[in-house]
């Protein structure tokens, strides 16, 4: 059949060429060899991947969450609340919240003079706190009485009652004193291991 | 400010009112009777001319030979005020006559008195020691503790 004003552009045998050509070219750009597909698996353990003891590992998230009871008895309760709000910053250690309740506390801060009459109570919280748990005495009146040691209604020392972890001198310490001794127990804490406790 | 009333004068009222109740003056307090405390009490607070409605402090003091109790009087009609005072010589148990029934404020605060000071107020109705706890030995205030 003859189509009237049509004139084929290329022959038959043009069209083989072209379809030979168009299968030389796709053969040869499949020859390069494919990437791995976990290629990028090895940089990323190298990256993610630390090798530690679980002692360090615990430890570590311990001493950087560390819930501080409030227990302020006395003067020594001001520089504690400065040591907490924003100029010192205590969140700076993970002690972001002071909590009132001794089920969410890790550390006992106890700030001020203990009278006898505050004795069973402070004996009673310290020992409603969860385990692991610290104590801190702050303070002159905490740490020996004081001033007021001689005194027919003030408790000799925190320690006549519960063992105590780190002692803060001063009349009050300063919030820098707190917070070494804030340090001193992180460092205690990093020496500690899970199977004593 | 509250304007201290002239005790001689309060002295003068007092003894034609209650008879005999007035033991001395001093310079800026009036010294009473223990036993006539609570008509002088009763009249001071319900007289209008006085009409001392705050009892504002009580404490006691201790001169070894005597015990002497102290009330802080105030008047907030009057914005006036007055000080009081009640000796007891006695050591074993010294007894003041309370002024609960008068001021109610007059309960914990004599009971801090009892205390620390050991002072017996008969009439008081919950006499029991306030700060220190019970079975302590001795009243720490007192000049002889140790």
């Known amino acids: ?197 | 400010m509250t304007v201290a009333l002239d005790c001689e004068q309060v002295a003068r009222r007092l003894s034609q009112a209650v008879p005999d109740s007035v033991l001395s003056l001093e310079k800026s307090a009036i010294v009473v009777k223990g036993e006539k405390l609570k008509e002088v009490a009763g009249f001071l607070k319900g007289d209008p001319d006085f009409s001392f409605d705050y009892l504002a402090n009580l404490t006691a003091v201790d001169y070894l030979d005597r015990f002497e109790v102290v009330y802080h009087l105030v008047s907030l009609t009057h914005n006036h005020s007055l000080v009081l005072k009640v000796r007891c010589y006695e050591r074993l148990k010294p007894t003041v006559p309370s002024v609960v029934g008068v001021w109610r404020a007059a309960d914990f605060q004599e009971r801090e008195v009892y205390d620390l000071m050991g002072i017996v107020f008969q009439g008081h109705p919950n006499l029991k020691r306030l700060f220190l706890w019970e079975d302590f030995a001795g009243h720490p205030l007192r000049k002889d503790y140790l």
């Open chain 1, 1 to 197: 059949m003859e189509i009237k004003g049509y004139e084929p552009v290329i022959s038959i045998g043009d069209v083989d060429i072209l379809e030979g050509r168009r299968i030389e070219e796709l053969r040869a750009a499949s020859q390069q060899p494919i990437a791995d597909p976990d290629d990028w698996l090895e940089a990323e353990l190298r990256r993610n991947i630390l090798l530690t003891t679980v002692d360090y590992a615990v430890n570590w998230a311990r001493s950087r969450s560390i819930f501080p009871l409030m227990f302020g008895l006395a003067c020594c309760a001001f520089e504690m609340i400065a040591t907490a709000a924003s100029r010192f910053d205590i969140a700076r250690f993970g002690m972001d919240i002071f909590r009132w309740s001794p089920r969410q506390a890790d550390l006992m801060i106890v700030a001020g003079t203990i009278t006898w009459k505050m004795a069973p109570a402070v004996k009673l919280i310290y020992e409603q706190m969860a385990e692991p748990k610290w104590v801190i005495a702050m303070g002159a009146c905490a740490i020996s009485g004081g001033t007021f040691r001689e005194s027919y209604s003030v408790v000799p020392g925190l320690n006549r009652i519960v063992p105590v972890d780190v002692y803060v001198p001063g009349c009050p310490p300063r919030p820098e004193g707190l917070i070494h001794g804030i340090r001193l127990i992180h460092q205690k804490i990093m020496s500690e291991s899970i199977k004593k406790r």
